[in-house]
């Protein structure tokens, strides 16, 4: 009968070719579809700080009050798989030491709910499922994956419009360095709001149309290079409300200079980001890499040993003495 070859080359060889067909597959299918934005996000960011804002009550502009700014994020999943996009629901709240935190975010000072649609490879906008507002830009929740250093387009919601931010090097934020981002808004108007006519230096008009301007001091953002997450942002707004037609600011709503994210959010925001990036560094490289170099280590070892076998004698005769005539 013919001699039963030995298991070990014939495992070594199976081990070795199912790790080159893994390699193949984590380079070139699992790495791709890990670097996208999810649809099931559910987080909260938190900015505090300080500075003016008008008190109805008291009819003026109060200096020194805190101001809260609180960002939920949560991923609308069936709309998502049905567009394939990256659909998020947006609820914006800005509170003063009077209303945070509300127990309904509608009783908060500013309420602001919008809907953003993006591309989950690339992060430009979609215009789908019903988005409001119409996003532009390459930055608002989040950058683009793999971010570059260069100037970005980022939409800041309250302008309605985008911003330019500048490259500005690195800064380490809870030990994590990130990729640094500037850029400050010239005053724009952004709107019209219906106030009465004493309160804008028109007594005798009744109710006015004031114009709503808005500016921003400074935003400061630090973004993981590999995912594009936000680990730290800062911004200092400045709204306020003009007489129509004037050059200058009648009534300041809100004005600030620092308004960033809390202790908490920081340290949440980095550890995701470590948490993603290790991933996405793990399938850029390492993973694939070594699973091709250890399966055709293990091929070829598998290979050698059964070419070995075959030639061994007797491997391929009938075992036994030779038959004599």
């Known amino acids: 009968m ?28 699992v790495a791709p579809r890990a670097a996208v934005n999810p649809i099931d996000i559910d987080t909260t ?20 009050q805190r101001i809260t700014v609180t960002q ?18 947006v609820t914006t709240t800005v509170d003063t030491g009077r209303t945070a935190p509300a127990a309904d975010p509608h009783g908060a000072l500013e309420f602001m709910p919008a809907r953003w649609v993006t591309n989950r490879r690339t992060n430009e906008p979609v215009h789908c499922c019903h988005e409001s507002p119409t996003f532009e830009g390459d930055a608002y929740l989040k950058f683009p994956f793999d971010v570059g250093r260069h100037s970005y387009q980022w939409w800041d919601d309250s302008l309605g419009s985008t911003v330019t931010l ?12 990130g990729y640094r981002f500037t850029g400050t808004v010239a005053p724009a108007r952004v709107g019209i709001r219906l106030v009465p006519g004493v309160l804008v230096g028109r007594p005798a008009a009744g109710q006015v149309a004031a114009e709503e301007w808005y500016s921003n001091h400074g935003i400061e953002l630090v973004v993981d290079q590999r995912t594009g997450r936000v680990i730290y942002a800062r911004v200092g707004p400045r709204r306020t409300l003009r007489a129509p037609g004037a050059t200058k600011d009648a ?21 995701q980001a470590r948490r993603e990036s290790g991933r996405l560094r793990l399938l850029d490289g390492p993973l694939p890499v070594g699973a091709a170099v250890a399966g055709f280590v293990l091929a070829v070892a598998g290979g050698v040993l059964l070419v070995r076998e075959r030639r061994e004698p007797g491997t391929s005769g009938l075992s036994g003495p030779a038959p004599t005539m």
């Open 2 to 29: 013919r001699r039963r070859v030995r298991p070990a080359p014939l495992v070594l060889l199976g081990l070795g070719t199912f790790l080159l067909v893994l390699a193949s597959l984590l380079a070139w299918y």
């Open 45 to 64: 960011a938190v900015y505090v700080g300080t500075g003016s804002v008008f008190d109805a009550d008291q009819v003026r502009t109060v200096p020194g």
């Open 72 to 89: 939920r994020v949560r991923g609308d999943v069936a709309d998502s798989e049905h567009s394939g996009a990256a659909v998020w629901d």
């Open 166 to 177: 500048h490259y500005a090097g690195t800064r380490k934020v809870q030990g994590y360095t």
């Open 251 to 271: 009534v300041v709503l809100l004005d600030s200079r620092n308004i960033a994210f809390d202790t908490a959010t920081q340290r949440d925001q980095v550890r």
